[in-house]
């Protein structure tokens, strides 16, 4: 259901759509529960300490290029996953990231 939302949305936004709605929700589960969540949390709730909290929408303000620049390059303890990460994986798992916030 929410995939068929997403795609809707892409649909009506045509060239307006933005790099986190265009990433595929499934692979970015995927990706987040190999790479993220002993940091993060299965659910987003945070496991090392100092690590936002996703599930409160904690880190996720900022636009979807800031984050990806985080997740490709790093911040403050978190490592960078450039090299982990490729292409339409960032996007993948940002469009994840940000449905963990309810
Ligand atoms: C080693 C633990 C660790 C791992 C692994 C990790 N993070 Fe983080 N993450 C952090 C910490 C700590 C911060 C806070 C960094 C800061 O603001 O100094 C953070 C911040 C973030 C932010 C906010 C970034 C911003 O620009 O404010 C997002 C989004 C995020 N992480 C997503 C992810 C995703 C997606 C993954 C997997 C690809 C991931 N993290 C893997 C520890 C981790």
């Not at 068929?4 to 790099?19: D, E, K």
């Not at 986190?20 to 790479?35: C, N, T, V």
């Amino acid at each position: 259901m929410r995939r068929f939302a997403a795609v809707v949305c892409c649909l009506m936004a045509g060239p307006l759509v933005t790099p986190a709605e265009a990433g595929d929700f499934f692979k970015g589960r995927q990706l987040y529960a190999q790479h993220c969540s002993r940091c993060h949390g299965n659910d987003g709730k945070p496991v090392l300490p100092g690590t936002p909290n996703l599930s409160r929408g904690e880190g996720l303000l900022a636009p979807d290029q800031v984050l990806l620049r985080s997740l490709r390059f790093g911040k403050g303890s978190m490592p960078g996953f450039e090299a982990l990460l490729r292409g339409k994986e960032l996007y993948d798992v940002l469009i994840y990231v940000r449905s963990l916030h309810r």
